[in-house]
């Protein structure tokens, strides 16, 4: 019996380094998978967004809508981007929409239309002075109103509304100042106002 426990000893102690060794590799991988895991999904970071932008000014009017509204944006410098003109200073005019003119795109045979009435213009960097933004009723289908809406996000280091507001346009040829806001050395923005002035070179 002392000798059959002997021997069963013997061979689980032999076999004990080859098991921890199996174990601890499996660990390892384990480790290594799960690290690998999360390089591929980084966890989001909520409200906090990265566009080549430091302001962010959207202009919308109702879908479906087929009426063109333009937005002139006027910088501290003068500069004015407008759809001839989509880059002035750090003014990016990202995108121009004609209402429901070039809506509509052609996939496997069948035309789908975009409802969506929008402009974006950003700011891409930070120049202290008065920004002015202007909207100008470009050409109707309906002849009727235009409702339009303006919001100015500022973006970094988290997204934010600085300004919302509504604007309404009556008639083709229309102008109106929708907001007038200034941006101090900081990137703050304030001085929010509604103080008419023309941009439109037409």
């Not at 384990?30 to 409200?47: D, E, Q």
């Not at 109702?62 to 004015?80: A, C, F, H, Q």
């Not at 995108?95 to 891409?124: H, K």
């Amino acid at each position: 019996m002392a000798s059959f426990s002997s021997g069963w000893q013997r061979t689980r102690s032999s076999s004990d380094p080859f098991t921890d060794l199996l174990f601890n590799a499996l660990l390892g991988f384990t480790y290594l998978f799960l690290i690998a895991i999360m390089f591929m999904n980084p966890v989001a970071k909520k409200g906090i967004i990265d566009p080549k932008a430091e302001y962010i000014i959207t202009v919308a009017w109702p879908d479906n809508v087929p009426d063109d509204i333009d937005t002139w944006v006027e910088d501290p410098n003068g500069n004015v981007v407008w759809f001839r003109n989509r880059e002035a200073g750090l003014i990016h005019l990202d995108r121009d929409d004609r209402g429901n003119a070039n809506d509509t795109i052609t996939i496997n045979g069948e035309e789908i239309q975009n409802p969506l009435n929008q402009e974006v213009v950003t700011i891409r960097g930070v120049v202290p002075g008065e920004y002015v933004v202007n909207l100008h009723y470009y050409a109707t289908e309906t002849g009727q109103p235009v409702h339009a809406t303006v919001k100015v996000a500022k973006v970094n280091p988290a997204l934010e509304i600085v300004y919302y507001g509504e604007t309404i346009l009556n008639a083709k040829g229309d102008e109106a100042t929708a907001v007038r806001f200034t941006i101090d050395k900081s990137g703050q923005v304030g001085q929010i106002s509604h103080l008419q002035k023309s941009l439109v070179i037409f």
